[in-house]
């Protein structure tokens, strides 16, 4: 059974600090992705890596991929209140006989104060 | 309609009624899924559908009855639930492509139930 190790669980800064969630396995993925979820909403995809050492960013978000696709890292520059949410990270099952399964973290909440 | 949507959004019943959850997704995928989200865990994958063939039941009670009539449309059956079932219930949808390998799901806005 493959586990995704997400940490913090919970996250309460400041407007304007920088923050990094982590999400880590034992287990070796095709790709991994992040998604950020609202209250009463479902999860809303942010990005997917995909190479081995991948790095990507989105406006203040940066994400990677670790070097043997086992963990990922989001780190959030000068966060805003409107980042405030319920981050996830999901990774595709490596070995191809999953049929598009999702292994998800437990998440991590994030709330930005003002 | 874009993306992926779930009727209906709010769903109180009690322990004897039935009902059903409806998912629509209008990106042409071929696979879709149902996932729990209680408070305080991990999403729970329920059931996954490819090509409109269920292929994989988490050991989910029978009192949850998926149907998959085509790859845009997929049920949830409900009948004698427990109030431990009461969560928000998601639906997604991928390309799942060669080897069963697909990147990315995308989620409905999820259907909050209480079971009273």
């Known amino acids: 059974t493959q586990l995704l190790e997400q940490s913090p669980q919970f996250l309460s800064i400041q407007e304007g600090e920088n923050l990094t969630v982590y999400c880590n396995s034992s287990?070796?993925?095709?790709?991994l992705q992040w998604y950020r979820q609202e209250p009463g909403e479902g999860p809303v995809l942010l990005v997917t890596v995909v190479t081995g050492g991948e790095v990507k960013k989105l406006k203040r978000l940066t994400f990677q991929f670790g070097d043997a696709r086992k963990d990922s890292s989001l780190h959030i520059t000068a966060a805003q209140p409107g980042d405030t949410g319920l981050y996830l990270c999901a990774g595709a099952d490596a070995g191809g006989t999953s049929y598009g399964k999702l292994t998800f973290g437990q998440g991590t909440i994030l709330t930005v104060h003002p | 309609e874009t993306g992926v949507t779930q009727t209906p959004r709010h769903l109180v019943m009690g322990m004897t009624n039935k009902k059903s959850l409806k998912c629509e997704q209008h990106?042409?995928?071929?696979?879709m899924y149902w996932y729990k989200q209680s408070a305080k865990k991990p999403l729970e994958l329920m059931f996954v559908y490819n090509f409109k063939e269920q292929t994989e039941n988490n050991s989910v009670p029978s009192r949850f009855s998926p149907e998959c009539p085509n790859s845009s449309h997929l049920f949830l059956h409900l009948h004698t639930l427990q109030p431990e079932d009461s969560a928000l219930y998601l639906c997604a949808s991928s390309q799942v492509g060669f080897r069963g390998i697909s990147y990315e799901q995308y989620f409905g806005p999820g259907t909050r139930l209480t079971v009273t």
């Open positions: 287990s070796v993925f095709s790709s």
């Open positions: 990106l042409g995928h071929n696979a």
